[in-house]
């Protein structure tokens, strides 16, 4: 039940945070909806988990067939744990979106207490994501970064 609330505090947060930066409402498709797949806890580690990765394809195919494609993909809080370096840390992001990017649909990372790795800033590691491609984060505020122990992120739709 928490992690439920809080993924639905987070897509608040998200649409919130749209809204504030000019953006008047998320893009609908002609019924007027807007899909968005949470993804928590997902926990990627340097090694690819097949399953998870499986998994996060699977849903994507899963909502093409029944005509309810997503529009947002949002991973919340420890995406990726474990990565004992950057080399790690950027093939365990780019295992994770694969099939995020793969299918051109875009996505948001709310980091979490997991979301770290030895020598690597936050700022850094968002940037890992953005060159990951096909994601809506953005590294344009230094001052979201100066707390390294925050769980910030930065995007825009």
């Known amino acids: 039940m928490t992690k439920k ?21 998320a893009p ?6 807007f899909q ?8 990627q580690a340097a090694e690819e988990d ?7 394809a699977s849903a994507i195919e899963y909502t093409k067939e029944q005509k ?6 949002v991973f919340l809080g420890a995406a990726v744990t474990g990565p004992r370096n950057e080399a790690e840390m950027k093939t365990a992001i780019e295992q994770l979106v694969a099939p995020v990017v ?6 948001a990372v709310v980091f979490g207490n997991g979301d770290s790795c030895p020598g690597l800033s936050r700022k850094s590691l968002l940037q890992l994501y953005i060159d990951a491609g096909g994601g809506l984060c953005v590294n344009e505020d230094a001052e979201l970064f100066a707390d390294a122990s925050g769980g910030i992120t930065n995007f825009k739709y």
């Open 5 to 25: 609330c809080f993924a639905i505090v987070t897509v608040l947060c998200l649409l919130a945070a749209m809204l504030a930066t000019g953006v008047s409402a």
């Open 28 to 33: 609908a498709n002609a019924k007027g909806e």
């Open 36 to 43: 968005i797949f949470c993804v928590p806890d997902a926990h």
């Open 50 to 56: 097949i399953n998870l990765i499986a998994y996060i």
């Open 68 to 73: 309810m494609p997503l529009d947002l993909i």
């Open 102 to 107: 793969a299918a051109n649909i875009p996505y």
